[in-house]
């Protein structure tokens, strides 16, 4: 098979994980988080990137997908350099991206 071919039904299968991840994260955080450790170790095996929309969503730490409101928390800061902070209100890891 092609590794293209290959790569391609990775990354569906890794959007598909994050949807229904994302969908379910706040009836049931386990299965969520399942879904995400199962896109990652895809992405990681087949060599694919998660998209950044997806990127920003998924805890660094511990894997949790973050819904703002569920289980995250997302601020603005306006000292130093202005950022955007998105805390996981499952282990406390704070993500912080620059913003223009
Ligand atoms: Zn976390």
Redesign the pocket.
């Known amino acids: 098979m092609k590794r293209s071919l290959i790569k391609d039904i990775a990354r569906q299968r890794i959007a598909r994980l994050l949807r229904f991840a994302d969908e379910v994260v706040s009836i049931n955080p386990e299965i969520a988080r399942d879904c995400v450790e199962e896109a990652l170790a895809i992405a990681k095996r087949c060599r694919v990137r998660i998209p950044r929309f997806w990127r920003r969503r998924i805890?660094?730490?511990?894997?949790?997908l973050?819904k703002p409101g569920v289980n995250c928390r997302v601020r603005l800061r306006k000292r130093r350099s202005p950022h955007l902070a998105v805390t996981?209100?499952?282990?406390?890891?704070i993500a912080r991206y620059p913003y223009k």
């Open positions: 805890c660094k730490k511990c894997h949790t973050l996981c209100l499952n282990c406390g890891y």
